[in-house]
C-alpha cells in the first residue's frame, strides 16, 4: 500500500504531465532514456519497463530489454519522426543535481539533453520532460546510486504517466 504523501507525489506528477500534454489528437510516445549498466542512469530503462507491461494508450521506447542509450539516440529519435510523426514525445530521464534536489522529479513543457551531465552532446528530445534527480554533485556519482531508490522514483514516474494517460481517457469517454 502506497503512504498517502506518495500518493500525493504521485497526483501532483500525474498532473503536471497531464497539463504538458495539453491538446492530444493521438496518443503520447514516451521515450525512457537511460543506461541499464548504470544504476543512476536506469530511470528510463526501468519506466520504459514498466510501462510497457501495463495497458496504456500510448507507445514505449527504451525499456530494460531495450535500451535507448547515448549509443542510439539519435536513431531512435529519427525512428520516433518517422514512426510516429505527429504525436507528442514524452521524454524521461534521470539527472544529477545538487543534494537537496535528490528526489525530486521534474515535469516540463519542452525537450530536455540527455546526458549533459557527462559532458555529452545528445539531441534535444520530447515536448514534455520528465527527469528525476538521483545523485548529487558529478555524473560519477551515478555509479553509486542505490538501485532501490532509483526504482521507487521510477514506479511514481511510470504511476504518474499512467495516471495522466487514463484521465485523458476518461475526459474522452465522458
Do not use: Q, W
Not at 514516451?30 to 510497457?52: A, K, Q
Request: aromatic share 4%; hydrophobic share 45%; with cysteine.
Amino acid at each position: 500500500m502506497k503512504s498517502r504523501n506518495a500518493e500525493s507525489a504521485i497526483s501532483e506528477t500525474a498532473f503536471d504531465i497531464h497539463a504538458a500534454l495539453g491538446v492530444l489528437r493521438r496518443p503520447p510516445v514516451v521515450l525512457c532514456i537511460g543506461s541499464d549498466r548504470v544504476t543512476g542512469d536506469c530511470i528510463g530503462p526501468l519506466v520504459g519497463h514498466l510501462l510497457s507491461a501495463r495497458d496504456l494508450d500510448c507507445e514505449v521506447l527504451g525499456t530494460l530489454d531495450s535500451p535507448v542509450t547515448a549509443l542510439n539516440l539519435a536513431d531512435a529519435v529519427v525512428a520516433v519522426k518517422r514512426r510516429y510523426a505527429g504525436r507528442k514525445v514524452i521524454a524521461v530521464d534521470s539527472c544529477v543535481g545538487d543534494s537537496s534536489e535528490l528526489g525530486f522529479i521534474r515535469v516540463r513543457r519542452g525537450s530536455l539533453r540527455p546526458g549533459l551531465a557527462c559532458g555529452k552532446s545528445l539531441p534535444k528530445v520530447g515536448d514534455v520532460s520528465v527527469t528525476a534527480t538521483v545523485a548529487a554533485g558529478k555524473a560519477d556519482n551515478l555509479y553509486s546510486v542505490r538501485l532501490g531508490f532509483v526504482y521507487s522514483l521510477a514506479t511514481r514516474i511510470a504511476d504518474a504517466i499512467e495516471c495522466a494517460l487514463k484521465c485523458r481517457s476518461h475526459m474522452r469517454e465522458a
